[in-house]
Nanobody, 114 residues
Framework: QVQLVESGGGLVQPGGSLRLSCSVS????????MAWYRQAPGKQRELVAF???????NYADSVKGRFTISRDNAKNTVYLQMNSLKPEDTAVYYC????????WGQGTQVTVSS
């Protein structure tokens, strides 16, 4: 069974940066477009960004220009570089395929606060 393990979250001040990582078990990683999602308290989980197998990317309007998604197929890992963080970016961040086909991991908490 595929397992997703997110890491890299933490507490950061507004304007700061974090880099999230998601390790995907199994050899099927490179077959799927991958994505990052987030869920803030009291809100539904939302798609933040996704990256296709050819490297093309797409971002939610709220993070466009600040976040960058990337992947390393050799390491079965997808990354999310987050810059110019805002308090409204506070959420638990999850990775999954573009259509959330795998069981969800535990996520990684990102808190943006002064």
């Amino acid at each position: 069974q595929v397992q997703l393990v997110e890491s890299g979250g933490g507490l950061v001040q507004p304007g700061g940066s974090l880099r999230l990582s998601c390790s995907v078990s199994g050899s099927i990683f490179r077959a799927y477009p991958m994505a990052w999602y987030r869920q803030a308290p009291g809100k539904q989980r939302e798609l933040v960004a996704f990256i296709l197998n050819n490297g093309n990317t797409n971002y939610a309007d709220s993070v466009k220009g600040r976040f960058t998604i990337s992947r390393d197929n050799a390491k079965n890992t997808v990354y999310l570089q987050m810059n110019s963080l805002k308090p409204e970016d506070t959420a638990v961040y999850y990775c999954n395929t573009q259509y959330s086909l795998f069981p969800w991991g535990q996520g990684t908490q990102v808190t943006v606060s002064s």
